[in-house]
């Protein structure tokens, strides 16, 4: 319980949970680190009894880091004071080396550390300033130590020189190492980040393509039909009889259906990819959002001749959001219906447990391959398909579906053997 609690602390000090810029965080976390090297300065330094000036200073700084940190965590404000804290901590750990023994090797570590975080932390055209500051700095205590050695306050006695360089070795060394090993670690970070970014880039430019040539090449077939049967109805009307007449009127409507399907098939899943479907999930009754679905869905299998059934019960209650959920079992029960025979069986079944709850689309239609089914939900293998009554599609649909049950946290599955049907699986949240 203690190391959780110590561990929460650590989080919501260093803003884990918020989403910082790389910049960001490395000042969150320099400020940290400053305060807490400010605070141990001034205490090494008043179990010294070096000065007073020696244990004001570090703690002075600590109060301006303090408030830094303030800025940075919670007002995020970082960019403005990084060049003007960098320059105070220069200036104060230089007048606290002429109240604490003068200039060494050691003490210099303290101010390797704040340049090294000067210089990562300051816009590109002050790191000079930093630069040129620290050296001036060195150099005048060093001018300061050679030819007024008698501004200098040095330690009680040699034991607690020895003891001040030696903690300060082994504070600034600490530092240095969590320095160095944040720059490391989200250097790998964001150079995952980079190739990730440059993996969806690649993807995005692909489906993109795959869009355009969804749409040049399903388009053609219906606008063909319509245009072709359109111009010899204009052409020859008054020589066709009635039959022939209702018979390209009824191509007509139904090139008329398929592209009006493309198109809202498209703008669906073009919202989906942009984030564009609202997403209000609430309860829903699973069993009327089914009988509503397969209701719209009657003229289509009634035309096959396939008996639609629902096995799901009004107390089945699911949290999602009703136009996603209805899009999802519409396209399900639409392609059932769509890759089965005349006179077969399409059904709708879910089940529960404690964490989830499967919806299942089954048929006795067509089935796939397993090779097919690999393709399924990858745009760069979406295809156009024909039903079992010539009903084409562009397996857009099915993109659809794995786009909006993942939006709800699910995951869609098929099981299908070629010739024995198919059984499309997706899960939703229970409702606690």
Request: aromatic share 10%; net charge neutral.
């Amino acid at each position: 319980m203690i190391n959780k609690k110590v561990r929460e602390f650590i989080s919501f000090v260093f803003a884990d949970e918020e989403n910082f810029p790389l910049e960001h965080r490395l000042v969150l976390s320099a400020s940290i680190f400053g305060i807490l090297f400010s605070l141990v300065g001034s205490l090494l330094n008043f179990l010294l009894s070096t000065s007073v000036i020696a244990d004001i200073v570090p703690i002075f700084l600590s109060l301006v880091v303090l408030i830094l940190y303030y800025f940075i965590r919670f007002r995020k404000i970082y960019k403005p004071v990084n060049f003007p804290v960098t320059s105070l901590s220069i200036i104060g750990i230089s007048i606290i080396w002429i109240f604490n023994g003068g200039i060494n090797g050691s003490n210099v570590m303290p101010a390797l550390v704040i340049l090294i975080l000067g210089l990562l932390i300051v816009r590109e055209n002050e790191k000079i300033y930093v630069l040129v500051l620290f050296l001036v700095s060195n150099i005048s205590i060093f001018l300061i130590q050679f030819f007024r050695p008698d501004l200098i306050t040095n330690f009680t006695s040699e034991t607690d020189r020895w003891i001040d360089h030696l903690i300060t070795l082994i504070c600034s060394s600490i530092m240095i190492y969590f320095i160095m090993r944040f720059v490391y670690d989200n250097y790998n970070s964001e150079r995952l980040k980079a190739l990730e970014s440059k993996r969806k880039l690649i993807q995005l430019n692909a489906d993109k393509d795959r869009f355009i040539f969804i749409l040049a090449h399903d388009l053609r077939s219906p606008f063909n039909n319509l245009l072709g049967f359109s111009e010899e109805l204009k052409e020859n009307l008054h020589n066709l009889d009635k039959d022939q007449i209702e018979s390209y009127v009824n191509t007509i409507n139904t090139s008329a259906n398929n592209t009006y399907n493309l198109l809202e098939d498209l703008l669906t899943w073009e919202k989906a990819m942009q984030g564009a479907v609202p997403f209000n999930p609430e309860k829903l009754n699973l069993g009327e959002l089914c009988r509503d679905v397969l209701e719209n869905i009657k003229p289509f299998s009634d035309a096959k001749n396939i008996t639609v059934n629902s096995c799901v019960g009004d107390r089945m209650i699911v949290y999602a959001e009703g136009y996603m959920l209805k899009t999802v079992l519409r396209n399900l029960v639409s392609n059932a219906v769509k890759f089965t025979n005349t006179g077969g069986l399409v059904q709708i079944t879910a089940e529960a447990d404690n964490s989830d709850i499967t919806i299942s689309v089954s048929d006795n239609g067509v089935g796939m391959t397993s090779e097919r089914i690999e393709k399924l939900f990858d745009i760069s293998q979406c295809q156009t398909t024909v039903g079992t009554a010539k009903e084409r599609g562009t397996g857009l649909g099915l993109l659809i579906c794995k786009e909006f049950v993942q939006k709800h946290g699910g995951r869609i599955r098929v099981e299908s053997e070629s010739g024995k049907g198919s059984n499309f699986r997706f899960t939703l949240p229970v409702v606690k």
